[in-house]
């Protein structure tokens, strides 16, 4: 079946630095990823969609400036959390979308992200 | 967007059958019927999908409804594993800008041995 990998699944770092995550279709070609962030106790909530070769397109009320979206190859998309602040401290998580109108989303194991 | 209904809780002893339901009266023709789960400190996991007809596989069964307002995933023998939370979405497949998945509250069930 169809695998998304996502690295770091854990990661730490200090307030005013930039952390990246990577996510990779790892059997199938995506064009198009998803990225969502997922507070204790909450639902996932989509913050960007990024098609492979072409600008990201954000929700509402999410800081494009603060979370840089690549997704520069048909298999790799990476989210960069900018000028990290302990409110950006979250449960980060791709999804990878297959051809078709019939084809499903897969998700990445997700990426705890902890500012101090 | 195409709104979703759950229940916020269910809970089932291990090896009965579980019901959850699914509210979705507002769904268009385009609209498929996704059902995702999602075990504490994951990311969702697939369960199963629909159009119009009822459909299993190895997980569950999604029994949908003939005027589609209303969907019901099916766990013929719950067990430990299958708690977590399960989601109920409406994917409007075929246009780009409206192809994605929105997650709302979904259900979390507990199995009890």
């Known amino acids: 079946g169809a695998v998304v990998s996502q690295h770091p699944s854990r990661v730490i770092c200090k307030s005013g630095t930039s952390v990246k995550i990577e996510c990779r279709s790892l059997?199938?070609?995506?064009?198009?990823m998803f990225w969502y962030r997922q507070f204790p106790k909450q639902s996932l909530m989509l913050m960007a969609t990024?098609?492979?070769?072409?600008?990201?397109?954000?929700e509402q009320g999410v800081e494009k400036d603060k979370f840089l979206i690549n997704h520069a190859s048909l298999t790799l998309s990476t989210l960069t959390v900018t000028s990290a602040h302990p409110e950006d401290s979250s449960f980060y998580i791709c999804?990878?979308?297959?051809?078709?109108?019939?084809?499903?989303?897969?998700f990445g194991s997700g990426t705890r992200l902890t500012v101090v | 967007d195409a709104k979703t209904t759950q229940p916020n809780s269910m809970e089932s002893n291990e090896e009965e059958p579980v019901h959850l339901p699914c509210n979705h009266s507002?769904?268009?023709?385009?609209?498929?019927i996704h059902w995702y789960r999602q075990l504490p400190s994951q990311g969702p996991e697939y369960v199963i999908h629909?159009?119009?007809s009822n459909v299993n596989n190895r997980m569950a069964s999604l029994a949908i409804a003939e005027d589609r307002k209303s969907s019901t995933l099916i766990l013929h023998r719950a067990t430990l594993r299958d708690a977590a939370v399960y989601y109920c979405?409406?994917?409007?497949?075929?246009?780009?800008?409206?192809?994605?998945?929105?997650f709302g509250t979904g259900t979390r069930l507990q199995v009890f041995p």
């Open positions: 999804s990878a979308r297959g051809v078709g109108a019939d084809y499903g989303y897969t």
């Open positions: 059997d199938f070609q995506a064009t198009t």
């Open positions: 990024s098609n492979e070769g072409s600008k990201a397109t954000y």
């Open positions: 507002t769904i268009s023709g385009t609209d498929y």
């Open positions: 629909g159009l119009t």
């Open positions: 979405i409406l994917r409007r497949a075929g246009s780009y800008n409206t192809d994605k998945l929105i």
